[in-house]
């Protein structure tokens, strides 16, 4: 070391070793910009980084290289080859170029070091190379230890270099760690291998070169080596700064909505869990409004997708404009909205909410159309309603979805005992959709017998369904919360096709009648869905009969009347079920040819003390045998009520008496069921 020392110091101009410290430092903070590019890059553009980072790692070694053997007093004139001088630079730029892709192909930290050990080599390659071009005027002596421990240094230093480059040990330091290290390497190389050098002059010369020359020459190198680093670096910088502004667009489309500007979903619930922070460590309380506009499907349906996406961005620029100094307000989809606000007095809370709703009933005038949309508007507030971000978002929800089902014109706050009950009907229509579609209903069916034979003219299909963990729930509760949660279509599309599969399975030709809602009924497409199921199961047309209520007709009645006629057409039994209350009328009778009449049981539960029910029998009984429509009586459940039918001339009956709903009908149809229902 002390060698090393005294060559730098004695043999050495001192302004010039600078100048090639000052170019080493430069190109290899820029190397390890231009390999961090590689890196971070495939195919092509990987290619082209290790092209560039080679040709700055070449022209950082050979200036630095051929500085500092300008600096270096040889005491005997001197010559440079050219040839040799140019092939020195080739092979610092190949030989590093080798060494940082074997670095950047394998990203183990064993590769990286022997990508940084072949750097060093072709360092030392080049260092040799551009001597072997430093033809002197004496006699040359070099020393194989001194020459050695250089080589070593540039490989191991060098080797060092790419491994830290790549260690997350270092964490943020690397940059500064690969730096130092590549430096280190390519200076040690250097005067080391001067410091091997030995140089006996046959021709005492107080230069190198001639007067001026040295210095000229050595300034011109390092100014052509910044210049090529500089490039190199600016690439880097260019690089990486549009990168960074496209990672920043990126995370801006990611974290908003794109039509309005708002936050979106994800970059409100960053920024809810930011507030909730803020407000727990300041003691606030933390309001989340919870938005739905009431009016916007009616807009869409009218006027068009483009005036509801112009309606969406009025009303965002409003909102926004109010939430500005309190909080901020988002875009989740679709027509639902989202906003928070920090408070201390609940004052503040109440005259946001109520600005809000101002500015959302407000009218809007847009090109060619005015429109007032309207909110349900629901708030929960933290700590008092929740604790946490999923629970608070949950119960402003709830408190939201009240104020739309209720109709309320004012905004809701979370309210425990309602909204729980709210809670517990959407969880019990998630559980009824999963039911639904993964077939874990069950049907049972309850026979239907001649009054005056007592043989069986077919079976009504029951859906049942229990509940998990809240074990068999009736009908008259999840068949309402179906239809209120758009899951009715599903649900009687099953009841549909496993009824008819049921049916073909038996052994005798009974019908199967299946129930059908108003909500199936206004589908147009219910006809085709009838046909492909009995093309699927193979169940005949006339063992398959529907019963459906005069209110399923009474919504859309020309369009009720159309389905049932192509129903009726493709040979199924359609049957007016409940008749005698509701919305029961002539006129739908003589509308329609139905195939049978469903009395309703509540006149069959009052035949035994109420002479009123049994004249309203008689009367609905000489009714359908004057249009030759059959009538079915439900509900029987006595002996008595029976007898009384069977006086009367009704036609069919169904009841307890005959047979409970059961999973499969176990009477077979020529025998008498009274045996049977007297025993359930």
């Known amino acids: 070391m002390i060698d090393v020392a005294i060559c730098i ?33 495939h195919g092509a553009q990987r290619a082209g980084w290790l092209f560039l980072t080679a040709v700055g790692a070449g022209a950082t070694i050979w200036c630095t290289h051929f500085v500092a053997m300008l600096a270096y007093r040889a ?26 892709a074997v670095a950047a192909r394998w990203r183990s930290l064993t590769s990286r070091a022997m990508g940084g050990a072949l750097v060093g080599l072709a360092i030392s390659g080049m260092h040799f190379t551009g001597m072997a071009a430093y033809r002197v005027d004496g006699l040359v002596e070099w020393r194989a230890g001194y020459v050695v421990a250089a080589v070593l240094c540039a490989v191991v230093f060098a080797g060092a270099a790419l491994a830290a480059l790549g260690h997350e040990r270092f964490g943020r330091y690397r940059v500064a760690a690969g730096t130092g290290l590549l430096v280190t390497s390519i200076a ?31 300034l011109a190198t390092a100014l052509v080596g910044l210049v090529v680093i500089a490039a190199g670096a600016a690439a880097a910088f260019i690089d990486r700064s549009t990168r960074s502004d496209a990672m920043q667009r990126l995370h801006h489309m990611a974290m908003n909505d794109a039509l309005t500007g708002l936050p979106n979903r994800v970059g409100f619930q960053e920024e809810l869990a930011r507030q909730l922070a803020l407000a727990g ?17 009616e807009i869409n349906d009218v006027h068009g997708h483009k005036a509801g996406d112009d309606v969406l961005v009025a009303l965002a620029q409003r909102m926004r404009g109010e939430m500005a ?3 901020t307000v988002a875009r989740l989809g679709g027509d639902e909205f989202v906003a928070t606000l920090r408070f201390q007095e609940r004052a503040q809370l109440t005259d946001l909410v109520q600005r809000l709703q101002a500015v959302l009933e407000a009218p809007l005038s847009l090109n060619s159309f005015e429109a007032r949309v309207g909110a349900s508007i629901g708030v929960a507030i933290y700590p008092d309603d929740a604790a946490d971000a999923e629970s608070l978002t949950n119960n402003a929800d709830l408190a939201m979805y009240r104020a739309k089902s209720a109709g309320s014109l004012a905004p809701c706050f979370y309210d425990a005992p309602l909204d729980e009950a709210i809670r517990e009907r959407r969880e019990m229509a998630n559980d009824l959709r999963v039911a639904i579609e993964t077939g874990a209903l069950g049907l049972h069916y309850q026979v239907q017998t001649s009054v005056t034979t007592g043989e069986v003219t077919g079976y009504e299909a029951l859906v049942r369904w229990t509940h998990p963990k809240r074990g068999p729930i009736s009908p008259a509760a999840f068949i309402p919360l179906a239809e209120e949660n758009g899951l009715i279509l599903a649900l009687g599309e099953w009841v549909l096709r496993r009824a008819c599969a049921d049916a073909v399975e038996w052994d005798h030709q009974s019908k199967v009648a299946v129930n059908v809602s108003p909500v199936q009924l206004s589908h147009p497409e219910l006809p085709r869905l009838f046909h492909q199921i009995m093309l699927d199961t193979g169940l005949p047309p006339r063992r398959l009969e529907i019963e459906l209520t005069e209110t399923a007709i009474i919504a859309n009645r020309e369009q009720s009347l159309h389905v049932l006629r192509q129903i009726k057409a493709l040979g199924v039994g359609v049957a007016l079920d409940d008749f005698g209350t509701g919305y029961s009328s002539l006129e739908t009778l003589r509308a329609f040819p139905f195939d049978k009449i469903k009395l309703d049981r509540l006149f069959v539960s009052e035949l035994e003390h109420s002479p009123q029910a049994v004249a309203i029998v008689r009367a609905v009984l000489a009714l359908g045998k004057s249009l030759a429509i059959p009538v079915l009586a439900e509900g029987i459940e006595t002996e008595h009520q029976l007898q009384v039918l069977k006086r009367e001339g009704c036609d069919e009956v169904q009841g307890f008496l005959l047979g409970y709903p059961a999973a499969l009908p176990l009477a077979h149809p020529q025998e008498a069921p009274a045996a049977e229902a007297r025993s359930a």
């Not at 300041?282 to 409004?289: D, N």
């Open 9 to 41: 110091g004695r043999e050495h101009d001192p302004w010039l070793v600078a100048l090639a410290v000052f170019v080493c430092c430069a190109g290899a903070f820029a190397i390890v910009q231009m390999f961090g590019r590689a890196q971070a890059t």
């Open 188 to 218: 040690t190389l250097h005067f080391i291998a001067m410091t091997a050098l030995r140089i006996t002059p046959l021709r005492l010369s107080d230069t190198a070169l001639e007067a001026g020359q040295g210095q000229a020459l050595a």
């Open 325 to 327: 100094r309190d909080g």
């Open 281 to 297: 460590a300041g003691r606030a309380q933390l309001a989340l409004i919870a938005i739905d506009l009431n009016r916007f499907k």
């Open 75 to 100: 005491g005997a004139p001197v010559k440079l080859d050219p040839v040799l001088t140019i092939i020195s630079l080739i092979v610092a730029i190949a030989g590093t170029g080798v060494g940082f």
